[in-house]
Every structure is written in structure tokens, then in C-alpha cells.
């Protein structure tokens, strides 16, 4: 059995608008957003295909840290609040691992650990990463990279202030981001690596057909490119009496 082994599969262009659950292909069927009623987001996020999508990408990451600045001016309960950020930073990486990374940028992850306790990395992507839409990849990007630098500001200024019950809420942000970027950044490599691989290899299976070599070689020669003469049959030396 091989250890550490990663995969990519291909993500059908027609299922590329589709939710993603579970942390596997059984992992339930994937339903359609309706993303036509996002008219009250941001200016940015409208220019986005998906714009729900888009708009829950970065709705429970604010939510999370809202509740983490100002979350004492709700409530002096600190187990409230606790439980409040870890449950919405628990939707984001559930979000942003199934669902946004799936509709934004055609790019799903998830990691399986076999019975001898080695780590199974399975990623999915579209078959064509061009048909990403520019803003979608610009926010799923600047959200997956951006809130972790944020967290890493508060885990510096709750060091500086030895406040230990709020670098609890940190470590656990920072945690669930750094999964998700993890996933993410190996899936993109691994999309392009596969993609590069089946070009070569379609270059390779073309150069191999014998007829289209000779067509080639004709050509460069400045014989024109007939594909059909090295279809002819070969002349019969000699004359007939």
C-alpha cells in the first residue's frame, strides 16, 4: 500500500456550479446555488459569477472576527463567545473547503488517513483551469491567504498582552485557515502538473502517429503539407517487357 499517496481528478465542467459535502466522493451529491438573487453584495463581489459564493467566503470569516474584536461589548461570558467564533470559523473551513473552492476557482480537496495511519490527499479540479472567472479566483485567493495574516496580528498582539483565553479562539483560527491553505495551494500544483502532463503526453501520442511524422518532415523539407503521400503505395522498380 503506497503512503502519502495524492491524486487529482478532473472536475466535469457541467457539475463545476455545484456544492460540495462530506470529505469524499460518497460524501453526499452536490445541489446547485442560486446565486441570481446576490444583487444586495458589494460592488466587487457582484462582478463575480457566483456571487453568493463569493459573499460566504468572506461572511464567516468577518463574523468571526467581529465576535472576536467586539464580542465583550455583547456579552462578558467568555465561554459564549468561545463557542460563538469557533462554530463560525468551523463553517468557513467546512465552506471554503466543499463549497467556495468548488464554484471560485474549480478546486476541491480533502485528505483520507489510512489503517496504517499514513495521510491520503485527494484533490479535484476542472479540466480547464482557464474557464476560471478573474475576480472569482482574485477573491477566493485574497480570502484564504488574507485572514490568516489577520489572525497572525492577533496572536501577536494576545502574546504581547498574555491574554491566554483569546489565543485559544487564534490558534484555532489559524489552525482551520492553514488546513484549507494547505489543501488548496497543493491542489493548484498538483491541477497544473496534471494539466502540463496531458499535454505532453497528447504532443507525444501525436508526434508518434507515423502519418502525421511524414507530413511534418514533408513540410520542413518544402514539400508542402500532404498528408496523404505517405498513404500512397510505394513504386515498383524496374520496367515491365
Known amino acids: 500500500m503506497q503512503t502519502n499517496e495524492e491524486q487529482l481528478e478532473f472536475i466535469n465542467v457541467g457539475s463545476a456550479g455545484a456544492i460540495g459535502g462530506g470529505h469524499g466522493p460518497a460524501g453526499g451529491q452536490y445541489s446547485h446555488i442560486d446565486d441570481r438573487n446576490a444583487g444586495a453584495t458589494g460592488g466587487f463581489i457582484r462582478q463575480s459569477r457566483h456571487p453568493v459564493a463569493a459573499l460566504f467566503h468572506f461572511l464567516f470569516k468577518a463574523l468571526a472576527i467581529l465576535i472576536y474584536l467586539f464580542g465583550g461589548w455583547i456579552s462578558t461570558n467568555f465561554i459564549f463567545l468561545f463557542v460563538c467564533c469557533v462554530l463560525l470559523l468551523a463553517f468557513d473551513f467546512w465552506t471554503v473547503k466543499n463549497v467556495t473552492g468548488r464554484l471560485l476557482v474549480g478546486l476541491r480537496w480533502w485528505s483520507n488517513v489510512k489503517e496504517d495511519g499514513s495521510t491520503e490527499w485527494v484533490f479535484e479540479s476542472l479540466e480547464d483551469l482557464d474557464e476560471v472567472h478573474a475576480t472569482d479566483s482574485r477573491l477566493f485567493w485574497m480570502g484564504l491567504y488574507g485572514t490568516p495574516v489577520i489572525w497572525g496580528f492577533f496572536l501577536f498582539i494576545g502574546i504581547l498582552k498574555l491574554n491566554i483565553q483569546w489565543l485559544i479562539i487564534v490558534v484555532v ?18 491541477a497544473k502538473q496534471k494539466l502540463a ?8 501520442s501525436m508526434m508518434g502517429n507515423a502519418t502525421f511524422r511524414n507530413s511534418l518532415l514533408s513540410f520542413v523539407t518544402g514539400g508542402g503539407w500532404d498528408s496523404s503521400s505517405s498513404n500512397k503505395p510505394a513504386a515498383r522498380q524496374g520496367a515491365y517487357v
Not at 492553514?178 to 498538483?190: E, F, M, P, S
Not at 502532463?197 to 507525444?204: I, P, Q
Open 197 to 204: 502532463s496531458f499535454v505532453e503526453g497528447g504532443v507525444s
Open 173 to 190: 483560527a489559524l489552525s482551520l485557515s492553514g488546513a484549507n491553505i494547505v489543501g488548496y495551494t497543493k491542489c493548484r500544483k498538483d
